[in-house]
């Protein structure tokens, strides 16, 4: 069977070797055993479900959360010569009888289809005819309470088990703790499954943890790094995306805002005019971003903490998919838990739910804690052991984040400040003892007379309440109290008081960012590329897209184009050896690739 595998992908896509678990992945498929599989995002999930109809010569569905998905699924596919459809509101009439007059033919090999549509009379009808009997349910994390983005309509998939006992159901997800793993698995009612799970770790991802000092000139330098590639800036707010936006356009840098406030047609427009590349900036709202399958996001830079992990690798999982080295900046500061615990607070949700929310938001929290390498914390929270002692692609392994300094003496005169206060006031009040602040509540209480009272005198106090902000966010002081939250203690303050641990803290004044290092696999995926010939050949690749009316990823991608701009290819037979062309790719484009490359 492996062979078969193979071939087929090596004919139709063009690859010469299967990723880890795509071959246990598509067996599962041919087999037609229930599966639940669970791969980082760029994983290779897609071709797991799409080699099986294609290798037994059925029709399979996938359901799929979003039409954009569907489409960019559909584009990809038939430009590979694989026969597929999707069937979504968004057809006209004409469209939607073509499509089905396609499936009548018995040709199509997958039907993609929203949630929604399953389980109608029509969707019967057609399982019948076609003799459907392999469902796949992309994105299956939705069918979950537990996951971080749970769809109502996700849970009539539940039904589908119980109307088609033969039927056999293949689950994938890219982010799924063991919790949201067994609700998958039980709501969709999978009958002794295959579980495949993925190792979570993206090496080819860097990532930086980043205290915010000046929001716009630290987005602002990320941007530069990557002039003339895609990068994704992710905000918290509406308002915040368009400010980002105005000030790097103002500064020469195109970018568009994307938020849910925009009309239905303009966030249509600017997505298309990203995957196009038309655009290479967009900074936007966690609205954007499911439908895009632009592999080559060489940057995702988040100006604020999103609430938990789970965001964070789904978002950040959006750059590098062609699995080239690609870097993930987090602009962080403690004010943004406290934002999100504002809202967690106010929520009318069940108490289950928030209970959920709030561990999720803690977990997330001290992610963004400095000392402890990236790529092992992400790794551990979804379970799996990480093996390197330095992965040499994280703020922490490269050093960079040595900006921090230590703050073990500021920390311990605001802890002391919280013990003499008697654990009883909020931030306001602890800053102005500190400060040495003459008010009539200071005079009142008698807090001018403590020990404390103007020990940071000449510390600004925007300056103090940051460093209360991020002594909260180390859990080296608790918050706690609805309508006035109250400063106390926690079970970690005591070393600290007693000088037994350091604290380190951002530095007060904005430094000079440290140089940035390049990592090996960036160097090594460079090596031999001619930088010229990759440049013209993007540029041809753009204007073919434009031709066929398709996203140029769906021509090609960058691997693809790197790979052409290092061993410069010269006959069809060379360039069928490229990474990424298939048999179909190299007749409706070998040609004019390989006379750009003799050029
Ligand atoms: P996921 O859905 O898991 O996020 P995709 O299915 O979109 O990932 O695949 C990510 C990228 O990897 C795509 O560009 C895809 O073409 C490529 N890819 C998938 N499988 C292989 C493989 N065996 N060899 C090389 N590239 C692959
Ligand atoms: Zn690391």
């Not at 009318?348 to 914390?377: I, N, Y």
Request: proline share 5%; with cysteine; aromatic share 6%.
């Amino acid at each position: 069977m492996t062979k078969a595998i193979l071939e087929v992908v090596k004919r139709y896509w063009g690859y010469d070797a299967l990723r880890p678990l795509q071959e246990e992945a598509i067996v599962a498929g041919i087999q037609r055993r229930d599966s639940l599989v669970v791969l980082p995002t760029g994983g290779g999930k897609s071709l797991c479900y799409q080699v099986p109809p294609l290798l037994e010569k059925r029709t399979d569905v996938v359901i799929s959360p979003l039409i954009s998905l569907m489409k960019d699924q559909v584009d990809g596919l038939i430009a590979n010569g694989i026969p597929a459809v999707a069937l979504h509101s968004g057809l006209s009439v004409q469209e939607r009888r073509q499509a089905e007059d396609f499936l009548q033919s018995g040709q199509c090999r997958l039907l993609f289809l929203a949630p929604e549509r399953v389980l109608t009379p029509w969707f019967f009808g057609q399982v019948e005819r076609q003799q459907i009997s392999t469902f796949v349910v992309d994105e299956a994390h939705c069918v979950s309470h537990w996951g971080h983005d749970f769809r109502p309509h996700y849970r009539q998939l539940a039904e589908l088990k119980r109307h088609f006992p033969q039927s056999s159901i293949h689950a994938f997800t890219a982010t799924a703790t063991e919790r949201v793993r067994v609700d998958i698995a039980r709501q969709l009612g999978l009958e002794d499954p295959t579980v495949l799970v993925g190792r979570f770790d993206r090496p080819n991802l860097v990532y930086r943890i980043v205290p915010r000092q000046t929001l716009k000139s630290q987005v602002e330098r990320v941007v530069r790094r990557h002039e003339g590639e895609a990068v994704i800036v992710y905000c918290i707010t509406r308002n915040e995306t368009e400010k980002l936006a105005e000030h790097l356009s103002a500064r020469g840098i195109e970018a568009l805002a994307y938020h849910a406030g925009l009309s239905a047609g303009e966030r249509r427009r600017r997505q298309d005019a990203f995957t196009r590349e038309e655009t290479n900036v967009i900074v936007a709202t966690v609205a954007f971003g499911m439908g895009i399958d632009r592999s080559d996001v060489r940057a995702v830079i988040h100006a604020g903490m999103p609430q938990s992990i789970e965001h964070y690798q789904q978002e950040t999982g959006r750059a590098g998919r062609d699995g080239l080295e690609a870097e993930c900046v987090l602009f962080h500061s403690p004010a943004d838990s406290l934002r999100w615990q504002g809202l967690l607070d106010k929520s009318v949700e069940s108490p289950e739910w928030r209970k959920a929310a709030q561990t999720l938001l803690d977990h997330m929290r001290r992610f963004c804690a400095p000392g402890r390498c990236r790529h092992r914390v992400l790794s551990e929270y979804f379970q799996q052991p990480y093996p390197k002692a330095n992965c040499g692609a994280c703020d922490v392994c490269l050093g960079e984040s040595e900006g921090l300094e230590d703050g073990t003496v500021p920390a311990q005169m605001v802890l002391s400040c919280v013990a003499r206060v008697g654990q009883r006031f909020g931030m306001g009040h602890v800053v102005d003892v500190l400060r040495g602040a003459e008010t009539d509540r200071i005079r009142s209480l008698g807090h001018d007379r403590l020990s404390t009272y103007g020990l940071m005198s000449d510390t600004p106090k925007k300056a103090l309440t940051h460093i209360v902000f991020q002594l909260i966010e180390q859990d080296l002081l608790a918050r706690t109290g609805d309508q006035y939250p109250t400063l106390q203690l926690t079970e970690d303050s005591l070393p600290v008081l007693r000088g037994e641990k350091p604290v380190l803290l951002a530095p007060t004044k904005a430094k000079r960012q440290k140089a940035v290092r390049t990592t090996r696999q960036e160097a090594e995926s460079w090596d031999g590329v001619d930088r010229s010939l990759f440049d013209r050949l993007r540029a041809l690749r753009r204007s073919v897209a434009v031709e066929r009316g398709v996203p140029p990823y769906v021509v090609f991608n960058d691997a693809s184009l790197r790979d052409m701009a290092r061993v410069k290819p010269a006959t069809p037979e060379q360039f069928l050896r490229v990474h990424g062309v298939g048999e179909k790719k190299l007749s409706d484009y070998g040609e004019r690739f390989l006379a750009e490359i003799a050029k």
